[in-house]
């Protein structure tokens, strides 16, 4: 059975940093992407970050240019690199592996920023 367990979050200051890890268990083929979403208190989650199986990524505008996703070269782990930390960054931080149509969840990380 797959789990992803998510860690790194933590209350920041504004213009601050920090590194989410998300850590798979459990095997599976056909890793297609592995994605980082958010959920702020009163909004619907959101997509901010994709690595595909080809090493592709792609981000969303709110967090381009500030935040890299990457992993390791067998999957078990993947990484979200936050620099420029504003307070609208602030939320409850997922990972998410697709694989042949099935979505795998991380029970989530916060991450607080203050002003």
């Known amino acids: 059975q797959v789990q992803l367990v998510e860690s790194g979050g933590g209350l920041v200051q504004a213009g601050g940093s920090l590194r989410l890890t998300c850590v798979r268990s459990g095997n599976i083929r056909d890793i297609y992407a592995m994605d980082w979403y958010r959920q702020a208190p009163g909004r619907q989650r959101e997509l901010i970050a994709t690595?595909?199986?080809?090493?592709?990524?792609s981000y969303a505008d709110s967090v381009k240019d500030r935040f890299t996703i990457s992993r390791d070269n067998t999957w078990n782990t993947v990484y979200l690199q936050m620099n420029g930390l504003k307070p609208e960054d602030t939320a409850n931080y997922y990972c998410?592996?697709?694989?042949?149509?099935?979505?795998?969840w991380g029970q989530g990380t916060q991450v607080t920023v203050s002003s």
């Open positions: 690595i595909t199986d080809s090493g592709r990524t």
């Open positions: 998410c592996l697709s694989s042949k149509g099935k979505f795998y």
